[in-house]
């Protein structure tokens, strides 16, 4: 058995999605002064690897409190789009892929590299909106991508949040799969337990047997 962690260190100077507050992590008792280590944190939601919960998107949507475990916990297909020409994931990069009802997919496109960087990019691979509407035909639960966020920045109105999210697919962004294949997996992908919400950050674990 192999596992994979996919998450991605939460730590100071890290890459966050523009307009988010920067993380700050903190000591604010020592062994020196205190006897004891007590360290405060401070980030968004949607810092690193997260997921996003429906109600980040949609007025009346379920908090990430509520989200199906069953979602995100199970057999996972990770496919390798490192090689498609554009920008954007269309429909006929996926139409070979056997993807079926139930499914959890991840998308390893090569945006990972991009997660290491101190400034963010001004491209990356994003999922469109009629793959998005693709999956949603297809009944999976679960996608993933590896960037902070799997639609394209300033997509007027979000189509591609909204018609997974309204659809019942979980969303996780910002995964780091730099050593991760295109093969079938087991994942374990939990967030923090926030009541009511819109996102949390998530350890994301792939396991190989």
């Known amino acids: 058995m192999k596992i994979y962690d996919v998450s991605l260190p939460i730590k100071n100077s890290m890459l966050v999605w523009p307009g988010d507050k920067d993380v700050s992590i903190q000591n604010i008792k020592t062994f020196k002064k205190d006897g004891v280590r007590l360290t405060h944190f401070s980030f968004g939601s949607h810092t690193g690897t997260h997921i996003d919960a429906p109600n980040h998107f949609l007025e009346n949507g379920k908090g990430v409190d509520k989200i199906d475990l069953e979602k995100l916990v199970g057999v996972c297909k990770v496919l390798d789009l490192t090689k498609i020409k554009s920008l954007e994931i269309l429909p006929h990069h996926l139409e070979e892929k056997d993807i079926k009802k ?4 991840i998308f390893k496109t090569g945006n990972f590299s991009l997660l290491k960087k101190s400034t963010f990019p001004k491209s990356y691979v994003s999922l469109s909106e009629d793959a998005a509407n693709f999956l949603v035909d297809k009944e999976i ?3 993933g991508i590896d960037f902070l966020g799997i639609e394209k920045k300033g997509n007027p109105k979000h189509p591609v949040h909204k018609t997974l999210l309204s659809n019942g697919i979980v969303i996780v962004e910002g995964l780091d799969l730099a050593k991760v294949k295109e093969e079938i997996y087991d994942i374990i ?3 923090l337990k926030i009541v009511g919400g819109d996102g949390s950050p998530a ?4 396991i190989r047997k």
Do not use: A, E, S
């Open 203 to 206: 350890r994301v674990l792939l």
């Open 141 to 143: 639960c679960l996608v």
């Open 102 to 105: 139930g499914d959890r997919i």
């Open 189 to 191: 992908c939990l967030p």
